[in-house]
């Protein structure tokens, strides 16, 4: 077994040792870090399946969530800063309803690693605050975050709540998150919209460009 499947394992496991060994080891024998986000992510979505066969408790997608979080403390400073000037302005949040951030935290990562500013509203965040934030922050793009089926109709009323408020044409809408399909984003009608955070970099790269993504 590769060290690749093992932290699959590990995190499967809830073996929080290992696990923070393989992604210390991996690290040092150069795998890159979002190629480590990405495999911890595998084993987070067995997790989910496992909460929703039965076989997990919510207090093991906590604990599941929590050696996540513990590897991302030990990938972040391995994150390449690539530009040193700034490459946009964005606020980002996870929408109401819904209290999911990991997703959301390392599209922060990268995006900070690509020159972006960040402004995080953090989580359950009210349509509301999304338009008071853009009023004072005046983003290029605003992203959201949902991981719950529900959530994707606060997503929708976000964005609706962002035209009502006349701020529609000011910024560029990503949404991101792991019921983010066609079918979501025909329904919520963003500019943009994934479920990886490195492709979501290139789309806002894109965005800035005007280019369509
Ligand atoms: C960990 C976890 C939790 C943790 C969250 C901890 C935290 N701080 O985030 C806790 C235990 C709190 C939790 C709670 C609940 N959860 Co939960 N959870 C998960 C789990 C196992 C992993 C999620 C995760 O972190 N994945 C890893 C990250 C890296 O992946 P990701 O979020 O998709 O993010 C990637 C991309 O989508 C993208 N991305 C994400 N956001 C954004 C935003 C932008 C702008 C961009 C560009 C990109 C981007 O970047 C990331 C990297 O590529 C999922 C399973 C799953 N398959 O999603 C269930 C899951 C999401 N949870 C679920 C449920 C049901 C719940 C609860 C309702 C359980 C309950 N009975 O209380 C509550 C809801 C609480 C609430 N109101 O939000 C269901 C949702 C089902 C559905 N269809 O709605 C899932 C799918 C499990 C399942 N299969 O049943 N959960």
Redesign the pocket.
Known sequence: MTSHDKIVEAIIELDELVALELAEGMLKSGTEPVEI??KC?EG??I???K??SGDFF?SE??M??EI?NQIMNIVRPHLKITISESSGKIV?GTVE????????N??IALLEAEGFDIIDLGVDVPPATFVDAIKEHEPDIV???S????ALETTRQTIEAITKAGLRDQVKI???????DAHATDYIKPDAS?????H?VRMCIGLMKGEAV
């Open positions: 986000l990405e992510r987070m979505s997790v989910g399946e909460f929703e919510l997608m906590i599941a969530a996540f980002i309803g819904d209290v999911h951030d990991i997703g959301k390392i599209a992203g959201m975050s991981l719950l089926t529900v990503i949404i991101g998150g792991g019921r983010i994934t479920d990886n955070a490195a979501g």
